[in-house]
């Protein structure tokens, strides 16, 4: 085929689709469609813009500054300070969580400590009051932040109280200290279904 013949048909084809969109335009216009396409557009930019109301019930909370643990006993963590809590469940005062609503959540907590050989340490997660679950842990040399978590999913209904308690026994029953940033030490709570 000759430049020319090439040409003519890159020009058919280009006219042809200008044709076609042109067309098309002038078929909407003409039955009046452009007012419904437009009412359209707006509804779907609408209902982009418009938040789902509900908001799944989850809070952060840590302890800013550090404190002691006494070896040989078991106490409630302290929390100073909330990163968020949807629901406003977390009570910093009593350090419990009440549950807002009834399902399953994920509870994560985590508390940093100094430790020597051989000093033991718990975490538990309470239930209104009765252990859920614990883990224990042991050193097995010194360190300056030594982890102690524990992670668990929990079957509650509303109004249940979670808290979180630390135990430690240290070598020569001398108190160990926690690290108070949240990094080191915090609870989270989510409700998973």
Known sequence: MSQTGKGLVAFALIFGL?????????????????????????RIE???????????????VYRLGSYSLVSGYTTVFDYTNTSYDTHNAFNLTSDTYIIP?????????????????????????YI??????????????????F????????????????TISAYSYNVGGVSRSVYGMEAYSFFTISKLF
């Open 18 to 42: 200008i044709g076609t969109g042109l067309g098309g335009f002038m078929l909407v216009k003409d039955y009046g469609l452009v007012d419904e396409v437009n009412e359209l557009n707006n």
């Open 46 to 60: 609408e209902l982009e813009e418009e938040e789902d109301p509900y908001v799944v019930p989850r809070a952060r």
């Open 101 to 125: 609503e009834t399902g399953f959540y994920q509870v994560i907590a985590q508390y940093c400590i100094t430790v020597e050989d051989q000093d033991f340490f718990k975490i538990y997660i």
């Open 128 to 145: 209104n009051g009765s252990v859920h679950a614990s883990r224990l842990y042991t050193a097995a040399y010194p360190t300056i932040t």
């Open 147 to 162: 982890s102690v978590s524990i992670t668990d999913i929990v079957n509650t209904t509303v109004g249940d109280l979670i």
